[in-house]
């Protein structure tokens, strides 16, 4: 036994053009996917009739019998969009063309709707015109064009804010690096000179600050979780944190009495959920919640700065790469200063030559990985073809910059983000060059 489902009318004769009923219409209208209207002037043009679908009460809040008029239709459109849009429809009743204009209407409860309106001139018996047609609701669309353009404008400033903070740790680790050496000759220097030397320094340090800031931004910083106690960064950035507020506000600090170990990346401090209660005229509390450490015992020290070259490296030859003049040349004085023999080469394309023509042998390439005509990457499988197991030390101001995982069997490699201190350097070369033999 089948059923049939009737439709809400039945027509049972085929009607005659513009000709329909009242039920059917009302079917017709209800689904579709916006609010269908009729825009029909006056015989002598100086008036407009505007009928529409009831969805104008569902998607809108308005009572279409109030939107009958020219005059009360377009009160609800938004100020800064009213006369455009009476210019628009004037001139197409003028003309007798279509409609196609987007604007924004204020809903019956105070909230903005931006429309598209659609319709098309049809001349009736009668002699006269009417404009048939839909406004279709593009509130959502437009804030997902909106988001979109949004994104793509923030992903430009990321990139943008990559380069320049690629740029900017360059001279960061040129400007650390003479540091660094300028306070490892400071035997005899007076208290005044240290002091002017250790404001550098702190400037420096809100340079690199800021830095990484630009590389957080635009989703390059790297993220490098572990447990260590909190109370330390806390410490550290005190004087640095009183700088940058200024001298309008002030700072007190009160470190926790016991060791508060957290799992973060202390250089991203900021990640942690942060609550905020505020109170006009008393002030402001931000609570910063992050995760603690899982196991206390194996909670590590904060980093040190590392300037002091303590780490030792073995005897011999490094390979040093870098188109930046300023990181090459501190770089090669840091290494020297250790010990090390060091052959610079300005570009990729020195480098190779020199490869090729000597017979210089090296403990170790260390090159930057992003430079003009040929990346650290595509020079060190260059040499690697000749020098299959040469370690590789890769150096960038750009920390996200991937180099891969050694392979147990393979060629050794370590990469530091610049700006670095004399104690990564040296430490990083001490783990390359463990074996102590030089590559031929």
């Known amino acids: 036994m089948s059923s049939v489902i009737e439709p809400p009318f039945v027509a049972a004769d085929p009607l005659p053009p513009h000709v329909i009923s009242h039920g059917a219409l009302e079917f017709i209208t209800s689904r579709v996917p916006g609010i269908v209207f009729l825009w029909k002037p006056t015989a002598d043009g100086t008036s407009v009739r505007f009928e529409y679908s009831t969805r104008v009460r569902e998607l809108f809040g308005f009572d279409p019998a109030s939107l009958r008029h020219a005059r009360t239709a377009f009160a609800h459109v938004v100020d800064e969009d009213r006369d455009a849009v009476r210019e628009h429809f004037r001139s197409r009743l003028l003309h007798r063309l279509p409609v196609d204009l987007e604007f924004r209407v204020r809903r019956g409860d105070g909230t903005i709707a931006r429309v598209h309106a659609l319709a098309i001139p049809e001349a009736l018996p009668d002699g006269g015109w009417a404009w048939s047609g839909i406004y279709l609701d593009i509130t959502a669309q437009h804030r997902l064009e909106q988001d979109l353009r949004q994104s793509q404008r923030l992903e430009g400033?990321?990139?943008?804010?990559?380069?320049?903070?690629?740029?900017?740790?360059?001279?960061?680790?040129?400007?650390?690096?003479?540091?660094?050496?300028?306070?490892?000759?400071?035997?005899?220097?007076?208290?005044?000179?240290?002091?002017?030397?250790?404001?550098?320094?702190?400037?420096?340090?809100?340079?690199?600050?800021?830095?990484?800031?630009?590389?957080?931004?635009?989703?390059?910083?790297p993220v490098s979780t572990r447990d260590f106690d909190v109370n330390q960064i806390v410490r550290k950035s005190?004087?640095?944190?009183?700088?940058?507020?200024?001298?309008?506000?002030?700072?007190?600090?009160?470190?926790?009495?016991?060791?508060?170990?957290?799992?973060?990346?202390?250089?991203?401090?900021?990640?942690?959920?942060?609550?905020?209660?505020s109170t006009p005229g008393v002030g402001s509390t931000f609570n910063l919640f992050l995760p603690t450490a899982?196991?206390?015992?194996?909670?590590?020290?904060?980093?040190?700065?590392?300037?002091?070259?303590?780490?030792?490296?073995?005897?011999?030859?490094?390979?040093?790469?870098?188109?930046?003049?300023?990181?090459?040349?501190?770089?090669?004085?840091?290494?020297?200063?250790?010990?090390?023999?060091?052959?610079?080469?300005?570009?990729?394309?020195?480098?190779?030559?020199?490869?090729?023509?000597?017979?210089?042998?090296?403990?170790?390439?260390?090159?930057?990985?992003?430079?003009?005509?040929?990346?650290?990457?595509?020079?060190?499988?260059?040499?690697?073809?000749?020098?299959?197991?040469?370690?590789?030390?890769?150096?960038?101001?750009s920390p996200a910059v991937s180099v891969g995982e050694p392979t147990p069997d393979g060629p050794r490699h370590i990469f530091l983000a610049k700006p670095y201190a004399p104690g990564e350097l040296l430490k990083a070369v001490s783990a390359l060059t463990a074996d102590r033999r030089p590559h031929v």
Not at 168 to 188: A, H, K, S
Not at 246 to 275: F, I, W, Y
Not at 359 to 374: H, K, N, Q, R, Y
Request: glycine residues 8%; proline residues 4%.
């Open 294 to 397: 899982r196991v206390s015992a194996s909670v590590e020290e904060c980093p040190t700065d590392e300037r002091e070259p303590g780490s030792s490296a073995c005897p011999g030859t490094i390979l040093l790469v870098d188109d930046n003049d300023s990181v090459r040349m501190v770089t090669r004085r840091l290494l020297e200063r250790a010990g090390l023999e060091v052959v610079e080469a300005r570009n990729p394309a020195e480098a190779l030559a020199i490869v090729e023509h000597g017979s210089e042998p090296f403990i170790m390439l260390a090159t930057d990985l992003v430079m003009s005509g040929m990346s650290g990457n595509a020079l060190a499988a260059r040499m690697r073809e000749k020098l299959p197991h040469l370690p590789v030390l890769f150096l960038s101001g």
């Open 238 to 277: 005190e004087r640095f944190l009183g700088r940058v507020l200024g001298e309008s506000v002030n700072l007190t600090v009160m470190p926790s009495d016991v060791p508060c170990h957290v799992h973060a990346d202390s250089g991203q401090l900021e990640k942690g959920t942060v609550r905020v209660r």
């Open 157 to 221: 400033l990321g990139h943008l804010a990559g380069s320049v903070a690629h740029d900017f740790n360059n001279l960061l680790t040129g400007i650390f690096g003479y540091l660094d050496l300028l306070e490892l000759n400071l035997d005899d220097a007076t208290a005044e000179v240290r002091a002017d030397i250790g404001e550098i320094r702190a400037a420096a340090e809100r340079a690199a600050w800021l830095t990484r800031q630009l590389l957080t931004f635009s989703r390059k910083q």
